[in-house]
């Protein structure tokens, strides 16, 4: 009785070792496992890109000198931003929903006008 030669999933190279290995080597598993996983991480690469490249309008609008700093509609369509694009809302003990790109937000001041803002670090003490 012979016994079935299993071949790698990634080279076809036969396998040596325990019965239930499925790839020659660590380089060929890893491998697999990169193409298998690659389509559903293109989708949060591209949202990433977005949402990335929002932050960096929002921070080359706000001086560094500056907790906040007026801005246009047509300034920030301008520079590319995407306003569907945001990592999370917060509206403020005021009631003022703000739009956050990570630590960069803006809210609202009328349809044509948006104050952009930094997020405070909130430091924890050890």
């Known amino acids: 009785m012979e016994l079935a030669i299993k ?3 990634t080279c ?13 080597d660590d380089l060929c598993r890893n491998s ?5 996983h690659s389509n ?11 949402l990335q490249k929002n932050r960096h309008i929002l921070a080359d609008i706000l001086p560094e000198t500056s907790s906040f700093a007026k801005t246009s509609q ?3 369509l301008e520079r590319g931003f995407l306003f569907k694009y945001n990592t999370h809302q917060v ?9 956050f ?4 937000g803006y809210w609202t001041i009328n349809e044509l006008t948006y104050m ?7 430091q924890t003490s050890s």
């Open 7 to 9: 071949l790698c999933l």
């Open 12 to 24: 076809n190279k036969p396998i040596k070792g325990r019965t239930d290995k499925k790839y020659c």
């Open 32 to 36: 697999h496992n990169n193409q298998m």
């Open 40 to 50: 559903s991480n293109i989708y949060m690469r591209q949202i990433n890109r977005l």
């Open 74 to 76: 047509v300034e920030l």
């Open 91 to 99: 509206i403020n003990k005021k009631g003022i929903l703000y739009h």
């Open 101 to 104: 790109c990570y630590d960069y």
């Open 116 to 122: 952009v803002v930094r997020r405070k670090n909130k």
